[in-house]
C-alpha cells in the first residue's frame, strides 16, 4: 500500500502546472477549446496514476517494436525519436524513421487494448494527422502508422502517403487557435459537443460546460471562474 502511494505520487507530481507554450503533433485536429484551455493552465481534471502508467508502458512497448527493426537486413533505421526540425508554431519527435533501401518511411507506433485493436480496420484520423505533420516537416512522402495491441503484441500496419492539403488545413486550424490564444478569445465548442470523443476524455469538461456556447472574451471568463473559486 505505502509502495503504491509513492508511485502514485510520482506519476501525479510529474503531470501538475504542466504549462504549454507551443502546440505538440499531438495537437493536430484537436478542439481548439481545450487546447485554449491548456495554454492557458486551466485547472483540469487530474489523470489518474494509473493512466499516467500506462503512457510509460506506451513507451516501453515502443523500444521493443524497435528491437527486431533495429537488427533485420530488410530494413535500416535511419534515425530512431527524431525531432522535428525547430519552428515557431509546433514540435514534435517521431518514433523512426526507417528505410527498405528504396524509400524511407516515418514511422508513429501507437498501441491500443484489444478491444479497440480488434475492431481497427484503418488507421485512426487522429493518428493520420499526426504523421501527416511528420511528413510535412521532414518533408517524406510515405509512413507507416504501427498499431500494437498491448494485450497481446498483436500487430496491424497502414501505410499514409503525404496529403499537402490536409497538412495545411491542419496548420491553418492550429494557427487559427495561437490566433485566439494570444488575443484572449475562448474558441467556441466542437460542433459535436458533447458526443464528439474528445469531449468523453476532455480533462477541461467541467470548465467548457460553465463557459457554454459560443466564443467568450478570456479576460470576463477568468473573473467568473476566481470569484466562483473563492466564493466555494
Ligand atoms: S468538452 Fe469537448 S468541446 Fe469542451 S473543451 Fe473538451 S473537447 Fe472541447
Redesign the pocket.
Known sequence: MFLKDVIDKFYLDRQKDKEQHHFYITDAGK????LF?KFKNVPRKEMDANILRLFDHGDHIHQLIMKPLLSVREIHVVAAEVNIPPQELISGRADAIISDGKNLYVLDIKSMNSMIFSKLIEPKEENVDQIQLYLHYFKIPKGILLYVNKDNQQLKDFMVNYDKKRVFGLLDSLSEVKKRIDNNIIPD??SD??S?W??RY?Q??EI??TAGNGQIEWDDFKKKITLGQNSA
Open positions: 478542439c481548439s477549446r481545450a484551455f465548442r466542437l459537443y458533447p464528439n474528445q469531449c476532455c477541461f469538461k467548457c460546460s
